[in-house]
């Protein structure tokens, strides 16, 4: 029995993950284990395609790019819930709206949207929206789907470096990752996306991109509130993937 279960252990993480990060309807599990974090890069690349390929369809039966990035961007949050997006705009409002670290994560816990988390959304979609459509336009579908693969790991990193700032909250219930999930998750989303693009420099360029918006988001959250938060996770995604797609375009 315990071979079985340790045979069927990497699917058990693959519905769970995609169980945790998309809205998608898979099997219910009740095994939600930290460590599945490994393959989280692979709930990016499979968000992206399904993102990617009703763009791409679009485009090919003469719609505008900006079209199909609207499509592609309203696929991604429909698909993953919105929860990297909402953490991102709790995220703004706590660390930029509050004085104190107690206050700050009581603003990140509130349900309501201000004035930082409004801008935020609205200006990280906005760039993102206007580098899928320039990637779309000549057809560099590859690129998008390997920034969504290259935006996942941070979250799996932060969780495993960091303490969490608050008892409660998806990234306490989820819990912390052993080092060996979270290295995993880097390499696996270095192989997949290597073998998405064939320019090693732009592949350099976008993993370093990450690996800066991680470490900048990383020294912010422990400055200001003494951890990370499953906001600070989401907000970690967004920033990495705006980050990786942007460069890859220089």
Request: neutral net charge.
């Amino acid at each position: 029995m315990p071979e079985r279960d340790t045979a069927s252990q990497p699917f058990h993480d693959l519905l769970s993950a995609f169980g945790l990060l998309t809205r998608l309807p898979v099997p219910s599990t009740t095994r939600h284990r930290p460590e599945a974090a490994w393959c989280w890069p692979i709930i990016g690349g499979m968000i992206a395609a399904l993102s990617v390929i009703p763009a791409m369809l679009l485009i090919a039966i003469g719609a505008p790019p900006a079209s199909a990035a609207i499509l592609l961007l309203t696929l991604s949050i429909v698909l993953s819930g919105a929860m990297h997006e909402d953490g991102l705009a709790d995220t703004a409002d706590g660390l930029f709206g509050g004085w104190t670290q107690e206050r700050r994560l009581e603003i990140m816990k509130d349900s309501h949207i201000g004035s930082y988390g409004t801008l935020a959304l609205i200006l990280v979609q906005l760039a993102l929206w206007s580098s899928y459509s320039a990637l779309l336009g000549v057809a560099d579908w590859k690129t998008i789907i390997a920034a969504m693969i290259l935006s996942r790991p941070p979250m799996a990193v932060l969780m495993t470096a960091m303490p969490n700032a608050r008892r409660s909250g998806l990234s306490s219930t989820v819990g912390k990752p052993a080092r060996w999930a979270a290295l995993v998750s880097v390499l696996l989303s270095l192989v997949l996306s290597g073998l998405l693009l064939d320019d090693l420099v732009t592949l350099a360029a976008m993993v370093l991109a990450v690996i800066i918006a991680t470490t900048a988001i990383g020294l912010v959250a422990n400055r200001k509130i003494g951890g990370q938060t499953g906001d600070i996770l989401g907000a970690a995604q967004q920033i990495a993937l705006l980050c990786a797609i942007t460069v890859a375009q220089i």
